[in-house]
């Protein structure tokens, strides 16, 4: 995957048009760490400075599931068969999982240009492209984008002053390197979670804390499929692991767990399905318990009761029934089993079949971050 700082650094060299401005205020979600000469007044972030880019989220994994998720990331390179815990003659096979492979970019802005130019002329020969901004339209809009404010007349007229060619890559990646880029979009994120959570108590479930884990994500360059994982996966203690917060937000239930990951990071609504088949898209009520059953076997416990000057402590911890079912359609009490299985899977693919009800909890919680 990606890093989308690293195709933040290939964007930047476009000629920013309206559209492309737009364009990096979407790609502004985790963009890689670069230093400017633009005389503006910023501090470098330190933890840009004194931790390496191959610093992941990961590595703060709670200490009770990181080493059976390690095996299970291994095991799944390669489809391997492992031996489930608690029952060596039972076998749970985990299905191969796509090689994690990072490419760069290499657009320019002329590539971008003819792109644009040959799909207008194609679909609408009557729109001709945005003209190029003038430099204190981008320095406004470029602030609002990037850290979610605007500029100061002192930074404005030092930008007008300088007439280099690179000097809007320059901004871009000073306001990058700032801390206040972390801290705007760690609040972007926060609230496309808080929006949407079933438990929007702030004292129980504390966004504020999955917001500073995220700042300092987004501030140490850490991959954003090693962010989706954690914040899928986490256990511990809000108080001590921001990301469990994302579990914390929907009460661990796993169906609702299944409908924000499937909302937030793969674009599409399944939620309908949860009662009956989706009325106007083509996956059906069993495809969303199947994909929910990855969810399943995780709790929320209060770890510590509300004191006069502190708010309770809330964990989340492996913990509950392994295998998942969904109630019938026709009669509620009765719960039908249901295996989880990869959700809109070519029918051609090796990720179409249910997986092993076998697999442990920690197995499935870390397929389903894959």
């Given at each position: 995957?990606?890093?989308?700082?690293?195709?933040?650094?290939?964007?930047?060299?476009?000629?920013?048009?309206?559209?492309?401005?737009?364009?990096?205020?979407?790609?502004?979600?985790?963009?890689?760490?670069?230093?400017?000469?633009?005389?503006?007044?910023?501090?470098?972030?330190?933890q840009q400075q004194e931790q390496p880019v191959g610093k992941t989220a990961q590595e703060n994994a709670r200490a009770d599931t990181g080493k059976k998720q390690t095996s299970v990331k291994n095991?799944?390179?390669?489809?391997?068969?492992?031996?489930?815990?608690?029952n060596q003659n039972e076998k749970a096979v985990i299905p191969e999982r796509p090689v994690k492979t990072v490419t760069l970019p290499i657009m320019t802005s002329a590539d971008l240009d003819r792109l644009i130019a040959q799909h207008l002329s194609k679909n609408d020969p009557k729109v001709q492209p945005?003209?190029?901004?003038?430099?204190?339209?981008f320095v406004r809009r470029i602030f609002f984008d990037v850290i979610g404010r605007p500029p100061t007349p002192d930074q404005?007229?030092?930008?007008?002053?300088?007439?280099?060619?690179?000097?809007?890559?320059?901004?871009?990646?000073?306001?990058?390197?700032?801390?206040?880029?972390?801290?705007?979009?760690?609040?972007?994120?926060?609230?496309?979670?808080?929006?949407?959570?079933?438990n929007e108590n702030p004292n129980r479930v504390r966004f504020d804390a999955m917001e500073s884990?995220?700042?300092?994500?987004?501030?140490?360059?850490?991959?954003?499929?090693?962010?989706?994982?954690?914040?899928?996966?986490?256990?511990?203690?809000?108080d001590e692991n921001g990301a469990v917060v994302f579990?914390?937000?929907?009460?661990?239930?796993?169906?609702?767990?299944?409908?924000?990951?499937?909302?937030?990071?793969m674009g599409v609504q399944i939620q309908c399905a949860q009662c009956h088949d989706h009325k106007t898209d083509s996956w059906k009520r069993v495809q969303f318990h199947e994909f929910a059953a990855f969810f399943a076997g995780v709790m929320q416990k209060q770890a510590a009761p509300a004191t006069k000057d502190e708010r309770p402590v809330i964990s989340v911890v492996v913990q509950g029934p392994r295998r998942y079912s969904m109630p019938d359609m026709t009669n509620p009490a009765k719960q039908i089993p249901i295996a989880p299985r990869f959700f809109l899977a070519s029918s051609h693919s090796k990720s179409d079949v249910a997986l092993s009800g076998t697999l442990d909890i920690p197995q499935r919680r870390a397929l389903a971050a894959s």
């Open positions: 995957m990606i890093c989308a700082r690293t195709i933040h650094r290939t964007v930047r060299q476009f000629r920013l048009r309206e559209m492309t401005a737009r364009l990096m205020a979407s790609l502004a979600v985790g963009l890689v760490l670069a230093t400017g000469s633009v005389a503006l007044s910023f501090e470098p972030s330190p095991a799944t390179k390669q489809g391997k068969t492992v031996s489930v815990a608690g945005a003209t190029l901004t003038t430099d204190v339209e404005v007229e030092s930008f007008l002053r300088d007439r280099s060619k690179e000097k809007r890559a320059r901004l871009i990646d000073l306001l990058l390197s700032s801390p206040e880029y972390g801290r705007n979009w760690a609040k972007y994120w926060r609230d496309v979670v808080m929006f949407h959570a079933t884990w995220l700042t300092k994500q987004f501030q140490a360059n850490a991959p954003w499929d090693e962010i989706v994982s954690e914040l899928i996966t986490a256990t511990g203690r809000n579990s914390l937000a929907h009460e661990t239930r796993p169906v609702e767990m299944a409908g924000e990951v499937s909302r937030i990071f």
